[in-house]
């Protein structure tokens, strides 16, 4: 009986760490991947609106040359 009441509460607190890791888990890769999209997002307007600068910049130097 005793034995048993151990394995319960041995399982209960294994399910409850279990419960905790997952949720670590996911809060991590959420994190990560909003990251990841964050930057990437962010890298690809200024690489393009960079781009777009420099052209505008160059055809304006065209221009007024």
Do not use: G
Not at 23 to 41: A, G, R
Request: proline residues 0%; aromatic residues 44%.
């Amino acid at each position: 009986m005793f034995i048993t009441i151990y394995i319960f509460q041995n399982f209960r607190f294994l399910f409850f760490n279990f419960f905790l890791v997952f949720y670590f888990f996911v809060f991590v890769f959420v994190f990560v991947f909003v990251f990841v999209f964050v930057f990437v997002f962010v890298y690809f307007i200024s690489y393009h609106f960079t781009l777009n600068l420099l052209t505008n910049l160059r055809y304006f130097y065209i221009i007024n040359k």
